[in-house]
DNA sequence: AAAGGCTATGTTGATATGCAACATAGCCAG
DNA sequence: CTGGCTATGTTGCATATCAACATAGCCTTT
């Protein structure tokens, strides 16, 4: 299992990167990133639901109510404009981390 | 600067690998850190000490005292044979989640 | 028609953690 | 002797994760 501070570090530029371009809805991204990190990641509802409703306080995210026949309704997230400037921020982050970790990795081993 | 979650995620890792093979001391790591990043990360002793005991109480790092002419006394931090592996465990967990972001983030461009 | 399981959204309380602020102290320069 | 740099350390506040709980619609089995 991946560790519990990496795991926090992944969450944000994970589901903003879910979000760009489809909709989705929160029990939906919890199953999608499960399957992605095979089982390494695995968000609980107390985490996302919050998580989601904070980036919408942000207005990062908005979101809008779906019925589905035979299902109970999904409230589905797409990302708005600064949702898509935060995450090219969240992936600059990232990308600035690896670059400086990466070579670090190589050096010790 | 780097979000709060990202570089928390950074210190294990960061720390132990700049351990491996040479003694550092604390202050010493807070300053190579801040110039490696280029000041996005910059941690402080409230943080980096209590972490260096932590990481002492599970076995990953020994210490010793070093004493100096015309400064402080120095404690300095050396990986152990399980210091070792554990950085292992961090590089090959970061690689992991790597590995799950960088196409997320590409195809969200 | 009752029970169990899956989908789906949400909250609460306990626990863990980063960090600003504070505390101590040796050394050197002005 | 004051201020600044090096150096190690602790305390208390704020924040965030997550297990557990709560609600509810739909379907299948008994």
Redesign the interface.
Known sequence: M??R??A???????V???L??RPEYGYQIISRIRK??EG?LDWTTGTLYPFLHGLENEGLVESFWQSVDNAPRRKYYRLTPAGERA?EA??A??????A??AP??A??R
């Open positions: 991946i560790s501070a990496l926090t570090a992944t969450l944000r530029p994970m903003l990167a879910l760009d371009g992605l990190s390494q995450l969240e992936r982050q990232w990308m600035e981390v690896h400086m970790l670090l990795f050096a010790a």
